[in-house]
T-cell receptor, first 111, second 116 residues
């Protein structure tokens, strides 16, 4: 399977703490994206990082990409209860039109 | 911007019924639309990719006669689950993308399909 792996599978933290999620993938990529999914809803695009970029910021989100290790991390700083959701990485494999989604991390932020 | 509308949000029907799900890009033209299936607490599994005016490309293991996909315009794709059975019960999500590689996908809110 080409599916990426994410860890941890589940993460529970207190409001105000930082949350870090990791994603590993298997093939060379053009870009990597992070999405958020609230329970029973569609996915919301958070951030896209291209294969020639190493770090990207958007508000309280920080994404890193290490193509030599085929891995990425998503850091959410100063978490809020509203950040509770599942987070998925998706890779746009070179030479294909497909997006391969990771297994996801279920984040729970306790108020 | 980049809003995708998926309808219906929930369907409950009897075994043997065919169900059509619509996916519309409301404020952009989608060159490509994707259909996914998601099991509880699992990731998204790509079922098929459709480009406007051409036949959908199905992933391995997905029955094209079971899951009919039509992409008649740059803003509308439909997925029809034909003669649905309880094992087809799932959460189906569409997404739409504009332009070339490197653009994000924009997702609909999903359809919860329950076959009795």
């Amino acid at each position: 399977s080409q599916q990426g792996e994410e860890d941890p599978q589940a993460l529970s933290i207190q409001e105000g703490e930082n949350a870090t999620m990791n994603c590993s993938y298997k093939t060379s990529i053009n870009n990597l994206q992070w999405y958020r999914q609230n329970s029973g809803r569609g996915l919301v695009h958070l951030i896209l990082i291209r294969s020639n970029e190493r770090e990207k910021h958007s508000g309280r989100l920080r994404v890193t990409l290490d193509t030599s290790k085929k891995s990425s991390s998503l850091l959410i700083t100063a978490s809020r209860a509203a950040d509770t959701a599942s987070y998925f990485c998706a890779t746009d494999a070179q030479g294909t039109y497909k997006y391969i989604f990771g297994t996801g991390t279920r984040l729970k932020v306790l108020a | 911007g980049a809003v995708v509308s998926q309808h219906p949000s929930r369907v409950i029907c009897k075994s043997g019924t065919s169900v059509k799900i619509e996916c519309r890009s409301l404020d952009f033209q989608a060159t490509t639309m994707f259909w996914y299936r998601q099991f509880p607490k699992k990731s998204l599994m790509l079922m098929a990719t459709s480009n406007e005016g051409s036949k959908a490309t199905y992933e391995q293991g997905v029955e094209k006669d079971k899951f009919l996909i039509n992409h008649a315009s740059l803003t509308l794709s439909t997925l029809t689950v034909t003669s649905a059975h309880p094992e087809d019960s799932s959460f189906y999500i569409c997404s739409a993308k504009m332009g070339p590689s490197g653009q994000p996908q924009h997702f609909g809110d999903g359809t919860r399909l329950s076959i009795l």
